[in-house]
């Protein structure tokens, strides 16, 4: 077997993915994550595309893939709100629950209130290492937020990009 081109110790750094549109980044992504999936780490996506719950498929969709909890979309386990992000935060905070937080169904406001609460809540209670995968990295952190709640998210990606890794954080954008 060939040596995967990215070593897993890269993988315990903030990894970031440039490219044009349509030229590999989610699927790059993907593969990150199943490598870190296999390898037991505490992974969470935070998807406003509803495009990665299919990690719990097979790559020919005939099988089981990974174990990994979908909140929202139309796949999840569970209905997703602007009110579950401080209850998930503790949840994840606590357990090795590989998640995925599928937010396309939901209103910007309604999911800026989530992922703003989830945030704060993961860095007031999470130690232990935990990727965090942010799916369209500039919808959560824009380089000119709005008058909304883009700012509260801004900020809590920013104090997790700055300090997290302190806390056990990664990020994957």
Known sequence: MTAHPIPDAALDADIAIVAKKGRGKTYLAKGLVERLLRMRRRVLVLDPLSVWWGLRSSADGAGPGYPVAVFG????DLP???KMGRPLGRLLAANNIPAVLDMGGMLKAEW???VADLLDELFTHNRDPLWIVLEEAD???PQKPARDDSTR???EVDRIARRGRAFGFRLIS
């Open 73 to 76: 979309g139309p796949h999840g």
């Open 80 to 82: 997703l709100t602007d």
């Open 112 to 114: 800026q209130r989530l």
């Open 139 to 141: 919808v959560f952190a």
């Open 153 to 155: 998210v801004l900020g």
